[in-house]
C-alpha cells in the first residue's frame, strides 16, 4: 500500500522535507561517500523512520525506528548491506509496501549497560 503521507529525507548536511522517491534513490546511489559523513534518514509524519550509515569497508548499517517512548521498537539490520540492498530497503520504506521487512534479517539492538550508558 502506497504511503499517503509526506516522507522527510535528511542526506549528509541536506533536509528536504516531501522527497520524491526519485531523489531518494538518487541520494542513496550518489558517489563518492564520505565515512565519516554519510547518512541518509528518511522520516514519516508519525516520526517512524529508516536510518542508513556507511560502515568503514564501504557497506552501510540500517535501522529502522516504529513509536515514540517505552513503545518504540527499534531494529537493525542483521548483517552489513550492500549499495543495491540499500537502494531496495530504502525504495520499499518510501512506497510503504512492507517488502523491506522482508529483504534481509532484522534484530533488536543489543541493550546497554548502565556503565556503556554512563561512560559511553
Known sequence: MPFLGTVTMEYC????????????????RRTP????????????A??????ATMNA???F????????????????????VDEAL???LLESYYEN???WKTLCAWKAPAKKSLFQKIFG
Open 13 to 28: 548536511d541536506t533536509t528536504t522535507n516531501d522527497v520524491a522517491r526519485d531523489a531518494v534513490l538518487e541520494a542513496a
Open 33 to 44: 561517500r564520505d565515512v565519516d559523513d554519510w547518512f541518509l534518514t528518511l522520516t514519516r
Open 46 to 51: 508519525n516520526e517512524d523512520y529508516m536510518d
Open 57 to 59: 569497508d564501504g557497506t
Open 61 to 80: 548499517r540500517v535501522q529502522f525506528s516504529e513509536g515514540l517512548g517505552k513503545a518504540e521498537r527499534v531494529l537493525i539490520a542483521d548483517s552489513p
Open 86 to 88: 540499500l537502494v531496495k
Open 97 to 99: 509496501d512492507g517488502a
